[in-house]
Nanobody, 121 residues
């Protein structure tokens, strides 16, 4: 059974940091791209970052460039999203997703249930 489980969300003040984790199981982790997405209240889900685990290529939305960093630990089948200099507009439910080919797509095959990040002013 394919599973993606996010963790690390919480409440943080503006300017603070959080590190999200996405633990994967049930598939060959290194053969899949892993993406992070978010959905804020009243807004559509959007891509935040993605990583091609086999070649270390990474991608970021313009809104988070320079603040967020995606990384992977293949031995732990886990992808991380380090979020620094957080802003209130980063408040959202954050989801991870996996796909054998696609990266940064809402059509990725597998999705976690999300973890809530709340950034206060």
């Amino acid at each position: 059974e394919v599973q993606l489980v996010e963790s690390g969300g919480g409440l943080v003040q503006a300017g603070g940091s959080l590190r999200l984790s996405c633990a994967a199981s049930g598939f060959t982790f290194d053969d899949y791209a892993i993406g992070w997405f978010r959905q804020a209240p009243g807004k559509e889900r959007e891509g935040v970052s993605c990583i091609s685990s086999g070649d270390d290529n990474t991608y970021y939305a313009d809104s988070v460039k320079g603040r967020f960093t995606i990384s992977s630990d293949n031995a732990k089948n886990t992808v991380y999203l380090q979020m620094n200099s957080l802003k209130p507009e980063d408040t959202a439910v954050y989801y991870c997703a996996a796909d054998p080919l696609q990266c940064f797509s809402l059509g990725m095959n597998y999705w976690g249930k999300g973890t809530l990040v709340t950034v206060s002013s």
